[in-house]
């Protein structure tokens, strides 16, 4: 099956984070208007809310008064929807949105079970254990979570693995993703960073176990 765009958005404000998936670029912004216009006058309210763009004002003058931790990102990923088998209520299907946040950014993955965003959370946890933890010896099996309380303990919430599980009509994603670029034309920049952390982790991920029923959202 030909890979969807879906868009996840992640809204981190100062008492969590919320996660969303959109259907297009368009929906994901018209959230962010509505979450802004729906903060503005408690956040803001010698401010005037503007008629246009009330997002990009409302985030920026977050950020212009020092609070850079609140924030709206809106992530696309390319998926095979087809992989995701594990319905809800009627006509729902669970997405599971996995968060990786690292001192370097943030990198979100759509997962088709939770048993599939762990086993991408032990693939991180191994893959970094020998350069973040060199004096301490990697469990043989269930490595994720140690890692992550090890560095919570250590640096507090820099870094931290999520699992958010999304009820959503697949239905309603039919956006195409656009072809992979041909060989001899070479990505660069955000867009390399991009598709090297989708294709690695779906390469990680194809002998992941098969879904089972949610057992509701995950944590750190």
């Given amino acids: 099956m030909p890979d969807t765009t879906?868009?996840?958005?992640?809204?981190?404000?100062?008492y969590g984070t919320d996660t969303y998936v959109c259907a297009s670029e368009t929906e994901a912004l018209d959230l962010r208007d509505y979450l802004a216009r729906a903060n503005w006058a408690e956040e803001m309210p010698d401010t005037p809310l503007p008629v246009n763009a009330v997002g990009d004002a409302y985030f920026a003058a977050l950020a212009n008064r020092g609070r850079r931790?609140?924030?709206?990102?809106?992530?696309?990923l390319a998926?095979?929807?087809?992989?995701?088998r594990e319905a809800g209520p009627p006509p729902t299907t669970w997405l599971h949105i996995a968060r990786y946040e690292h001192p370097q950014g943030t990198e979100v993955f759509a997962c088709a079970s939770?048993?599939?965003?762990?086993?991408?959370?032990d693939d991180l946890a191994r893959a970094h254990w020998a350069r973040e933890l060199p004096d301490t010896p990697p469990p043989a099996t269930d490595i994720g979570k140690p890692y992550f309380t090890a560095l919570a303990a250590r640096a507090g919430d820099n870094e931290y693995f999520e699992i958010d599980a999304e009820a959503c009509d697949l239905a309603r994603f039919t956006e195409a993703a656009p072809p992979t670029r041909p060989p001899h034309?070479?990505?660069?920049g955000a867009e390399l960073v991009a598709i090297k952390a989708q294709y690695a982790a779906r390469a990680r991920l194809r002998g992941s176990p098969p879904p089972g029923r949610p057992a509701g959202r995950g944590g750190r």
Avoid: T
């Fill in 79 to 84: 998926c095979d929807l087809s992989r995701f």
């Fill in 6 to 14: 879906i868009y996840v958005a992640v809204y981190q404000h100062k």
């Fill in 69 to 76: 931790n609140e924030y709206f990102e809106i992530h696309r």
């Fill in 114 to 121: 939770e048993a599939e965003a762990l086993a991408l959370r």
């Fill in 185 to 188: 034309v070479a990505p660069d």
